[in-house]
């Protein structure tokens, strides 16, 4: 599986800002989809996340905030983020899990990452 994200760049404080990520390859093996961000000397941290079938499930700092859907026909997940402030500032990545073969080894794909900046 591959991951291509898009979307980011440089907003105000206060503002939204709605990044994309497709995939691509054996769609069939992906078992959930999410998004990470890593800000500069941090770790990189879960955004938002869900299995098929499941709700997404979201990190307390940004719940309320943001929102991530999917489009299967498209094989697109989105992360819409709203209310934005400095602190999410970072690159952010969009995650596959999932497993493939016939012995179901799973694998964990990553975008390329895109980052979004937050004015004060």
């Known amino acids: 599986v591959q991951l291509q994200a898009s979307g980011g760049g440089l907003v105000q404080a206060g503002g939204s800002l709605k990044l994309s990520c497709v995939a691509s390859?054996?769609?069939?093996?992906?078992?959930?989809m999410g998004w990470y961000r890593q800000s500069p000397g941090k770790q990189r941290e879960l955004v938002a996340t869900a299995a098929d079938g499941e709700d997404t499930r979201y990190a307390n700092s940004v719940t309320g905030r943001f929102t991530m859907s999917r489009d299967n026909a498209k094989s697109t997940v989105y992360l819409e983020m709203n209310s934005l402030t400095p602190e999410d500032t970072a690159v952010y990545y969009c995650?596959?899990?999932?497993?493939?073969?016939?012995?179901?080894?799973?694998?964990?794909?990553w975008g390329q990452g895109t980052q979004l900046t937050v004015s004060s």
């Open positions: 995650h596959a899990g999932g497993a493939t073969g016939w012995d179901a080894v799973p694998y964990d794909a």
């Open positions: 390859g054996e769609l069939d093996s992906i078992v959930g």
